[in-house]
Nanobody, 119 residues
Framework: QVQLVESGGGLVQAGGSLTLSCAAS????????MGWFRQAPGKEREFVAS????????RYADSVKGRFTISRDNAKNMVYLQMNFLEPEDTAIYSC????????????WGQGTQVTVSS
């Protein structure tokens, strides 16, 4: 099992930037595709971005494409989400997750970090 701890959230004005970090435990971190998700108050959790094991391929939700960048450092067991040009609509709890190929789903989740964007 992989344990995940997010950090880097906070309060920022619209147009500003934040970088979220996700620290993963376990020696098999580099074996997993990793993802970022978010959940705003009263809304369902939604996909934000994902990155493959090697970091070569990434995928983004249309709402963040061109503004957010996902990256990883397998040597440090870290995944990052660089968020630029933040909008009030980006306000949510952001969580990282591990995709288990054998299960065909995201199976391990962090506790999340709050991002609040003021207008």
């Amino acid at each position: 099992q992989v344990q995940l701890v997010e950090s880097g959230g906070g309060l920022v004005q619209a147009g500003g930037s934040l970088t979220l970090s996700c620290a993963a435990s376990g020696r098999t971190f580099s074996s997993y595709t990793m993802g970022w998700f978010r959940q705003a108050p009263g809304k369902e959790r939604e996909f934000v971005a994902s990155i493959t094991r090697s970091g070569v391929s990434t995928r983004y939700a249309d709402s963040v494409k061109g503004r957010f960048t996902i990256s990883r450092d397998n040597a440090k067991n870290m995944v990052y989400l660089q968020m630029n040009f933040l909008e009030p609509e980006d306000t949510a709890i952001y969580s990282c997750a591990v995709f288990r190929d054998d299960l065909g789903k995201y199976a391990y989740w962090g506790q999340g970090t709050q991002v609040t964007v003021s207008s």
